[in-house]
């Protein structure tokens, strides 16, 4: 599955080697890891939870708990999103800036870039580049590896792009 629009792998590297996010996921029992984002993220953070839209591809959202301004929740099993989370190693992996690696891609879907990874699980887990506070949004195993996860981004960009300015992130790992 190809989500992205085409581009030219080197043109990734940059923002791929620039980007900063986190790993985790939520298990069944809806509950998720919530992040700690710094005094620079918190704030922008706090912005995103304000405008995420209420229904993410034609899911309800429905928080996980513990309830937290830096997730958020759509559906049962849960489409996760997480925001102010730590870079995740294949977010500045070289193989990944080059195209090699089978597991993990970044692209663009309506003016947001991502890293794509696949899960040992056969579940995707996304995260953005190239903006001030790194999101991350997980999906369940129904909708990992199907068109839906397009759908996913594309309800979640205009979000991202109104509340989490372009540009460098803190650099915690």
Request: proline share 9%.
């Amino acid at each position: 599955m190809n989500i992205f629009r085409h581009r030219p792998l080197g043109l990734l590297a940059p923002a791929l080697l620039i980007a900063v996010a986190g790993c985790s996921t939520a298990d069944d029992g809806g509950t998720v890891a919530v992040p700690t984002p710094d005094a620079k993220t918190a704030p922008i953070c706090r912005d995103l939870e304000k405008v995420l839209p209420r229904k993410v591809d034609g899911r309800s959202r429905q928080d996980p708990d513990p309830r937290s301004a830096y997730t958020a929740g759509w559906g049962s099993p849960a489409i996760i999103l997480r925001c102010g989370i730590v870079r995740p190693p294949k977010m500045v992996d070289p193989k990944v800036a080059l195209g090699q690696d089978p597991d993990a891609i970044g692209g663009g879907v309506n003016g947001v870039e991502w890293l794509m990874e696949k899960e040992d699980d056969g579940t995707w887990r996304f995260t953005t580049s190239g903006r001030r506070a790194y999101v991350q949004v997980t999906l369940p195993k129904e909708l990992s590896g199907s068109d839906d996860s397009a759908q996913v981004l594309m309800d979640l960009a205009t979000a991202v792009k109104k509340a989490v300015p372009e540009g460098l992130a803190s650099m915690r790992h």
